[in-house]
């Protein structure tokens, strides 16, 4: 049997986690959340990091899982596994929606949700500005660090129009590509090495 921690010992690729970056899971990665995910990190710092998982889509119409909310025709995401019992959004919006933190450049964390509420009753919102997510990603302090020193994620970056305007199901392949020839070979990994 080959040994897969020898396999992902490639050099690093410098970039180091940040509020707006993106987590790439390794390929062999086998946890229910974060097999192949790319997490986009809201917030890194001394007391930990938090972030949602950007490419897997939820099987479901938004409205049969937020019940309390307008009409609004939007796939919902799985973020993560903190706190599955609540809704977390990103969006282009900005000031639009108050109390919202700009995570990278034209990109927003949450805000008041009343005011996304009447957003879509005026129709002045669609699912091209908007995405949702039910529970975030968090790692306590060092935690994230301690997995990137063990090669079960990679660092990169992206841009707002890539997290809003993404095939999710190409995601996490084309974040690899990205990072250049000394990662491609991760795309051709089996999902199961079981399989191979």
């Known amino acids: 049997m080959t040994d897969l921690s020898n396999l992902l010992k490639i050099k690093t690729n410098n970039i180091q986690p940040a509020k707006g970056k993106i987590l790439i899971s390794e390929p062999f990665l086998l946890d229910y959340y974060f097999k192949r995910s790319v997490v986009l990190l809201a917030e890194h710092n001394d007391e930990g990091s938090f972030g949602l998982i950007i490419n897997k889509p939820i099987k479901v119409k938004f409205n049969e899982i937020i019940k309390d909310f307008p009409d609004f025709n939007s796939k919902i995401f799985l973020g993560g596994p903190v706190k599955n019992d609540s809704l977390f959004f990103i969006h282009t919006l900005g000031d639009e929606i108050e109390n919202s933190m700009e995570i990278l450049d034209g990109l927003y964390w949450g805000g008041d949700i009343e005011i996304v509420k009447e957003l879509i ?76």
Not at 174 to 196: E, H, M, Q, R, V
């Open 121 to 196: 009753i005026l129709n002045r919102i669609n699912q091209d500005q908007i995405r949702f997510f039910v529970g975030y990603s968090g790692w306590v302090s060092k935690q994230l660090e301690n997995e990137l020193q063990k090669n079960s994620w990679l660092v990169s970056n992206i841009k707002a129009d890539e997290v809003m305007q993404f095939e999710t199901d190409k995601l996490w392949s084309n974040s690899i590509k990205n990072l250049g020839d000394d990662y491609t070979f991760w795309t051709n990994f089996p999902s199961d090495p079981a399989l191979n």
